[in-house]
């Protein structure tokens, strides 16, 4: 959890190798767009800045914008540049405005972290409104199916939104962007989404004001082709059933512990490709955590940040993009442990700090993993981050004779700006009390998974050292999904908490976060006991059908559904359910026990009960990976992520739409609605829009 703040500890690792003299100067040199003011809205235009720094470095550099009628807000955080000749280069900053035009005011900020001296300067921008007559424009983006859509100003008080449709006579349905303010006397400039390629459209802006809609002229705009040197994924579709107010579903791809071959992509009911996004870099390792209200994603990165010793593949970023694949706001691995060790985490800071082999004791973060949010209250966002600490000879059972490498997780929260406010540290044992008893180290993964350097699945690994750390890591906890749980609206709490899931352990945990004010003490834990070799969750489920294993195991994408009020949503992979004996069914299993299950259970804190709403067999086992999702009209969706078919010897992700039938609780094989088969996947959502994400 957040402690009081500290006396910040000495920076080691990278930034240790730069001793700070006593005066040390930090100065900006210059500020240079690679397009001159003014620019169209649209105009994609990199920043150049440059600094000196009168000690030896290293000089990070930020980015800030102010946006007309807006506040200065970070977009590009902290990251180190390069030196020759004396002078500092930042790293390349790409902006590409797409809101209002007007005047913006772009900031550098130039800090040595070892001194804790900065510079900073400011230049301003002009943008040019796309329309400047009566008509509304509509322009090409870097993404041939997103087109840029812009109409003359409208009177404050009112809102605008998007219409399209296909201009020919192909009976396609058409559909809307999301509802913006006017913001006088700016036009009103808004991507339109959810295209198919090479179509014409005609488009034209529907503005409210006090309940009375009118209606703009068109403007004419034809999407462009697939990308040829992008391999996108096929889709077998079966969507005799599917409910339409749900027509689109976005997938994420991701093999184990690699970056995808295919962009992320999303699909009309048939499977046909009507939005995508495709990360830069060789290795495409992108991970999108969460699709965002008005559109565009939170997504997880590879890319160089601070310490350019981490491995290729693995999560250094977390991004925002918008619909055109634009990169609106970042932030990294390097600076975030610098605001965890200034806040006074002990376990926060990067591996570099420490000698080979690593003391017992050491503890560091390495890459963000697995999950994103941004449903907490004031624009907040929550991620996970993964630790690994050395722990004493045996921990854990280990028999190898050395320390042994334990990994962990870390919950953060950045505010509205991106900075880290509070954070739950897995190995802190300072946060009351109550949670750490309720999740001792000693606690073992179930079915005891490890990690090496570059294993598949797992975060980097960093502080094993042949012959003097045990071999392989001990992969403790594995989290993979968060969801902030609101105040209940009665008013007797005081704020809400975060629930998080642990695959490793087979449990899902609620945090006392009570919107910043919590104490970071484990609420409850969630979850099967395990044959009597491990304790079990604080929960009694109410086993109504008599299952032989009602619990979930190795479960992903742990959610509450209607805002909070609803039922417990989750992916039940199964995999401790179908182990050997004694810990799970093993051979006895029957198809239906064999199988992965989409689950909805409601959860009775006052009972401490968990009784099944449904428990849906998905026709396959998927050994990782997966969603869960309740629709508005009662139907579910569920991501079978992971599905290996032996006829054809490859895995496949299974898009399920499943409608429930009476008796309740609904249990064995699912009615399904929709199924879109395609490669293997990472999470899917079943959307109305790409502007209007699930809430869960």
Known sequence: MKMPNKTMPLLAGLLALWPAPAFAAVAIVSLTPSHASPQPIGQSISWTATATNSNAGPLTFQFNITPPQGSL???????????????WTAPSFVWVPTGLDGNYEIQVVAKDFISGQSASKTATYSVKPLVTGSTPVAQQTANPLVALFSAPSCAKGSTMRVAYQTASTVPIPSGTTNWAKCQPPATMTLEVAGLYPSTAYTMYAETDTGGKITKSATAGFTTGALPANIPFPTFTANPAGADTAYPITLH?????????????????????????????????????TRPLPGGGTLTLQDDTAWNPKVPGGQLQFLRQIDLA???????????????????????????????????????????FHHDAIRTLPNGY??????????FPVGTQGDTSGLPVDIIGDMIIVLNANWQVVWYWDAFDPSGGGQGYLQLPVTRTAPLGETCGVGSPGCPPVLLLSKGNIAPLAHDWLHANSLYYWPAPEDGNATGGDIVWSSRHQDLIFKIDYRDGAGTGDIVWTMGPPDNGLLPAGDFTFSNTWADPWPWFSHQHEVGIENGGTGPMTLMDNGNTRVSPAPLGLGGKCSPYDCDSRGMALTVDESAMTVTPVVSFDLGGYSEAMGSAQLLSDGNYFFENAIVFDLALESNFGYSLEIGPTPPTPQVGPASVLMDLAAPQHYRGWQMQSLYDPPTT
């Open 73 to 87: 807000t970070m977009v590009k955080d902290f990251l180190p540049g390069t030196l020759k000749g004396g002078v």
């Open 252 to 288: 994420t791809f991701s093999p184990l512990g690699m970056g995808s071959l295919y962009p992320d992509v999303a699909t009309d009911l048939d499977g046909n490709i009507i939005w995508y996004y495709f990360a830069n870099g060789e290795t495409h390792s992108d991970r999108l």
């Open 325 to 367: 694949g634009n990169v609106v706001r970042e932030t990294n691995m390097g600076v975030l442990q610098q605001e965890l060790l200034a806040l006074g985490s002990m376990d926060g800071g990067p591996c570099t700090a420490f000698s080979t082999p690593a003391p017992v004791d050491s503890a560091c973060t390495g890459a």
């Open 381 to 390: 966002l929550a991620a996970l981050i993964d630790i690994e600490k050395i």
